[in-house]
């Protein structure tokens, strides 16, 4: 990986209110800035898909341990914006 790039930042998350109140407030608290947010409801609406962009730096891994560890994340992966573009759509 290349430090400062854009990578995206997949995760499954269980849906219901309080969910993306703790996913920026883990990167709040570490002072790491989020580029963009993009949340959509999947299935029935049980779970949502969650992209965030974020520059990548030193502590990108440390934050992908740590959203792992949230009770409400099911899933976490990461990408380059090639792989998963959804942002360069919406400018």
């Known amino acids: ?12 998350v269980n849906n219901h209110p309080g969910v993306m109140s703790h996913i920026v407030g883990l990167f709040s608290r570490r002072a790491f800035n989020l580029e963009g947010i993009l949340c959509l409801r999947i299935d029935e609406g049980n779970t949502s898909r969650m992209y965030l962009l974020v ?6 891994e440390q934050i992908l341990k ?18 998963c573009p959804v942002f360069n759509t919406l400018h």
């Open 55 to 60: 520059k990548n730096d030193d502590r990108t």
């Open 66 to 83: 740590q959203l792992e560890k949230l009770y409400d994340v099911i899933r976490v992966s990461l990408h380059t914006e090639e792989e």
């Open 1 to 12: 990986m290349k430090y400062n790039e854009n990578y995206v930042i997949e995760l499954i």
